[in-house]
């Protein structure tokens, strides 16, 4: 069993939709979240990392962490058709060895004009 | 500000013939970098990652080595390829103060898409 499982999708969607992405883990050392943006044939950008519980909002983006249930969620409020692409989550647990990280394997996100 | 360069951006290499992938990270010192394989529609698997010139670790036995001769230099490396070794690469760096809240995120290069035939 993967340490991060994350639905594959593809998730399609109306523009001006919310989207709602998930990834589940099972290390409870994890301590650290990432969302990753990629778009096609491009490398991952960095969208936005949030430190143990809570919510972090950005913009558009929302990154919510329920550590007790070993849940993390990226919200896209008013999707846009430039929101497509394939989102990335990934974890660390603080003090990792060299800064590892953990990715899921990607959500393919279609938002629709 | 920081950046980060790979290339070649696309490579068509027959088996058994070597590889050369290279990245190079500027706007920093001491990096931690790494090397991420993907295949087509799947995860990022990583395959390096070092913490200073020389120093390397291997997280899968393979057909591919890494090499880091200077401290923003990170190279990929293969001296037969074969065809389980298509798929993009990517190249990505961290800050190396490790335990600093802010500071476990990577930043990855554009990729190198490698097709060997």
């Known amino acids: 069993q993967k340490e991060v499982e994350q639905d594959p999708g593809p998730l399609s969607v109306p523009e001006g939709a919310i989207v709602s992405l998930n990834c589940t883990y099972s290390?409870?050392?994890?301590?650290?979240f990432m969302w990753y943006r990629q778009y096609s044939r491009k490398g991952p950008e960095l969208l936005m990392y949030?430190?143990?519980?809570g919510n972090k909002e950005d913009g558009r983006f929302t990154a919510q962490v329920d550590k007790s249930s070993k849940y993390i969620s990226l919200f896209i409020r008013d999707s846009q058709p430039s929101d497509s692409a394939t989102y990335l989550c990934?974890?660390?647990?603080?003090?990792?060895?060299?800064?590892?990280?953990?990715f899921g394997d990607g959500t393919t996100l279609t938002v629709k004009p | 500000s920081q950046t980060i360069h790979q290339w070649p951006a696309t490579l068509v290499q027959p088996v058994g013939s070597p590889l050369s992938l290279e990245c190079t990270v500027e706007?920093?010192?001491?990096?931690?970098l790494y090397w991420y394989r993907q295949a087509a529609g799947r995860g990022l698997q990583l395959l390096f990652y070092?913490?200073?010139?020389?120093?390397i670790s291997s997280e899968v036995p393979q057909n591919l080595s890494a090499s880091r001769p200077q401290d923003r230099q990170f190279i990929l490396s293969s001296k037969k390829l074969l065809l389980s070794d298509s798929g993009f690469y990517l190249c990505?760096?961290?800050?190396?103060?490790?335990?600093?809240?802010?500071?476990?995120?990577?930043?990855f290069g554009p990729g190198t898409r490698l097709t060997v035939t």
């Open positions: 290390n409870s050392a994890f301590q650290y």
């Open positions: 706007g920093t010192s001491n990096p931690n």
């Open positions: 990505a760096w961290r800050p190396d103060d490790v335990g600093l809240a802010g500071l476990y995120e990577q930043y």
């Open positions: 990934a974890m660390s647990a603080i003090n990792t060895n060299a800064g590892k990280s953990t």
């Open positions: 949030t430190y143990s519980s």
């Open positions: 070092s913490v200073g010139i020389g120093q």
